[in-house]
Antibody, heavy 120, light 111 residues
Framework: EVQLVQSGAEVKKPGESLKISCKGS????????IGWVRQMPGKGLEWMGI????????RYSPSFQGQVTISADKSISTAYLQWSSLKASDTAMYYC?????????????WGQGTLVTVSS | QSALTQPRSVSGSPGQSVTISCTGT?????????VSWYQQHPGKAPKLMIY???KRPSGVPDRFSGSKSGNTASLTISGLQAEDEADYYC???????????FGTGTKVTVL
């Protein structure tokens, strides 16, 4: 069974750093792209970027380029999303999602989400 | 990259059909046959309902169907059921630089 299990909720202050994780199991982790999606409170889904754990090829949505860093450790089947200096506007639910394995096929399996709250 | 345009809400009685539109451009919806649809219940992660415009994953009822014409994709729910009440999002591939773009989301209400 394919599973993506994300790290738990975080409460941080503005200016702090943060790294959240997404552990894949039940499939070949290095053979599928993993993407990250933001959902701000009461709002829609936004594509942030994607990484191929096999070779760490990473692509960012123009809206998120320079704002976050996506990485992966294939030895432990885990992808990461990190911030160096959080802002209140980073408060959101963050989902990781496995991209389908053909062409530009969209995400198929999703993690349960990690709620990030940034408040002074 | 702007979000794809969806109606804010649609509603129908049990057993009826509803259709949700998803309008983009030739750079996303119209340029690729990689439109997917997601169902999201409150407090839950999105669930894949349709991929590659019209394909249904295993386990998704055949009441859900997808199509595309030009720059607009559509999701139809036939024989509406109470458990179909949720938010629905379309998503389209938009090229290797942009990646993916989501729709604005549609709330489906079962009357």
């Amino acid at each position: 069974e394919v599973q993506l299990v994300q790290s738990g909720a975080e409460v941080k202050k503005p200016g702090e750093s943060l790294k959240i994780s997404c552990k894949g199991s039940g499939y070949s982790f290095t053979s599928y792209w993993i993407g990250w999606v933001r959902q701000m409170p009461g709002k829609g889904l936004e594509w942030m970027g994607i990484i191929y754990p096999g070779d760490s090829d990473t692509r960012y949505s123009p809206s998120f380029q320079g704002q976050v860093t996506i990485s992966a450790d294939k030895s432990i089947s885990t992808a990461y999303l990190q911030w160096s200096s959080l802002k209140a506007s980073d408060t959101a639910m963050y989902y990781c999602a496995r991209r389908g394995n053909y062409g530009g096929r969209g995400p198929d399996y999703w993690g349960q989400g990690t709620l990030v709250t940034v408040s002074s | 990259q702007s979000a794809l345009t969806q109606p804010r809400s649609v509603s129908g009685s049990p057993g009826q059909s509803v259709t949700i539109s998803c309008t983009g451009t030739s750079s996303d919806v119209g340029g690729y046959n990689y439109v997917s649809w997601y169902q999201q219940h409150p407090g839950k992660a999105p669930k894949l309902m349709i991929y590659d415009v019209s394909k249904r994953p295993s386990g998704v009822p055949d009441r859900f169907s997808g199509s595309k014409s030009g720059n607009t994709a559509s999701l139809t729910i036939s024989g509406l059921q109470a458990e179909d009440e949720a938010d629905y999002y379309c998503c389209s591939y938009a090229g290797s630089y942009t990646g993916y773009v989501f729709g604005t989301g549609t709330k489906v209400t079962v009357l």
